[in-house]
């Protein structure tokens, strides 16, 4: 509750926050940590101070090592990705495998973290002897119930979120013909809460599904579900927003949605977020993916009742999406080496964090000479001087030339040039510049008519003296 009034004083600055994101800059010095930089953002205590949790999907097996680091460091919140699921833990009737499931909420324990059960009910990962059982009504309602007291049992108390009822619809809103819906009917939701709410009585619980971020056919029905179990009394505590995104298809209504539900009286989260490109990505589609993480968790942070938002895997390299969706990948905020990439400062963005002063407004100083001029061509130097108290750490100098002047040829830096929009990239080896300290790079161009030097630069999008 506290945690909760903190939120509603921040939402002011908040919506204002949410008007730049179109504004993200490419080349972000922080992009690129390099020593020295500014501290590192923890997004589990960025996430606290505005009152959600920030989680992630994780596999059991690799809680050690710098992925198991990252997990405890980062993340207030995990899902089991698989190790809870019924193929999982109820392979054969009655006979029970813990073992995967019991190392995420000892790992979750020991780390003041909370988990997501992930999840109970569900067509996918359904063991054989579900899915092709031939079952009477309540033949099957006894399976699920049992299986249900079983596991939310085994965890009572020490599990906050559950995924109750996993992906019951079809993408026009009708509900998905599983054989619990077959078997049982449309009452088996309703059966399944109530079993959960007897085993474990604190877990909050959710029905959670994907394509239903935005406000559509398929959420609408969810809405519709979530309206009348509550008119019927049945226990229903959140919706879970998957959040299996494409790269630039973030619903514009995904903030109104998670408004609707809240509006219904049902808390809301963003269960299972990737934001997936096709591979490999380039460095325009990973800024844009920066400014679509922090989009996301902006809208969950706009409404008081959406409790968190948890990635489905913090690294590309423990992520379901090259092995489902040909030719997609890179969809996490942290590349395959566990580097935090421009999504992750996106997420922190989006909590209220920045870079400390790398870069700000004025704290940089650019010296543009024509060395030797000729006929039609010319040679340049350019130095760029931090004149900041913060090291910049990977850069880009852009500036636009004033009379059709095109470059040939560049030395120390990657210069590309559209139209008269000029961008310099540092060569790698002059990534950091230290306060006070310049990186120098020169290049060859072209000109007729005029050779007039450029009189305003950027460095990493923001303004330079000249
Ligand atoms: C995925 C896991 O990440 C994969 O490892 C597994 O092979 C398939 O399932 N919606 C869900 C998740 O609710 O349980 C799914 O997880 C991804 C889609």
Not at 183 to 196: E, V
Not at 286 to 292: C, N, S, V
Request: aromatic letters at 10%; a negative charge.
């Amino acid at each position: 509750m506290k945690l909760q009034s903190l939120r509603r004083t921040a939402l002011g600055t908040l919506a204002a926050a949410s008007l730049v994101i179109g504004g993200a800059v490419s080349g972000h010095a922080a992009d690129s940590p390099q020593p020295g930089a500014a501290a590192e953002p923890v997004l589990r205590d960025l996430a606290a101070a505005k009152g959600i949790y920030y989680g992630t999907a994780v596999t059991a097996s690799k809680l050690n090592g710098t992925y198991g680091a990252v997990v405890g460091e980062q993340f207030d919140s995990i899902t089991p990705g698989n190790e809870m699921k019924w193929e999982s833990v109820e392979p054969t009737r009655g006979s029970y495998n813990w073992s995967g499931a019991d190392a995420v909420v000892d790992y979750a324990e020991a780390h003041g973290q909370k988990v997501r059960g992930h999840t109970l009910v569900w067509h996918s990962q359904l063991p054989g002897w579900v899915s092709n059982g031939s079952w009477t009504a309540d033949s099957l309602r006894t399976v699920m119930n049992d299986h249900i007291a079983a596991e939310a049992g085994r965890y009572k108390g020490r599990i906050d979120h559950w995924d109750v009822v996993n992906e019951p619809f079809n993408e026009d809103g009708t509900r998905r013909q599983s054989v619990f819906q077959t078997a049982i009917g449309d009452s088996y939701i309703a059966d399944a809460l109530r079993a959960a709410r007897a085993a474990d009585p604190t877990a909050k619980l959710y029905v959670n599904d994907y394509n239903v971020e935005g406000i559509n056919a398929k959420s609408t029905a969810l809405y519709n579900l979530v309206k009348s179990l509550k008119e019927q009394g049945v226990p229903i505590d959140g919706v879970g927003l998957q959040a299996h995104l494409i790269l630039g298809q973030v619903p514009s209504t995904l903030q109104a949605n998670i408004q609707r539900f809240a509006d219904l009286g049902v808390d809301v989260a963003i269960t299972e977020l990737d934001i997936r490109m096709t591979v490999p990505p380039t460095s325009a589609q990973l800024t844009q993916q920066k400014a679509e993480y922090k989009a996301v968790t902006n809208a969950c942070l706009a409404v008081a009742r959406c409790e968190g938002v948890t990635v489905w895997g913090f690294t590309d390299s423990d992520s379901w999406i090259p092995d489902v969706f040909e030719g997609y990948g890179a969809a996490t905020p942290y590349d395959e080496n566990f580097q935090p990439k421009p999504a992750y400062y996106g997420i922190a963005e989006a909590l209220g964090w920045s870079d400390g002063g790398t870069n700000p407004t004025g704290a940089c100083a650019v010296t543009y000479t024509v060395q030797n001029q000729w006929n039609s061509g010319f040679t340049a130097q350019v130095t760029v001087k931090n004149t900041s108290t913060a090291a910049v750490n990977g850069w880009k100098l852009a500036w636009s030339w004033p009379a059709g002047q095109r470059v040939t040829q560049a030395w120390n830096a990657t210069v590309t040039q559209s139209g008269t929009a000029v961008t310099a990239a540092d060569a790698g080896y002059n990534a950091a510049i230290a306060p006070g300290a310049t990186a120098t790079f020169g290049f060859n161009g072209s000109w007729s008519g005029g050779n007039t030097a450029p009189t305003a630069f950027a460095l990493n999008g923001t303004t330079c003296t000249a």
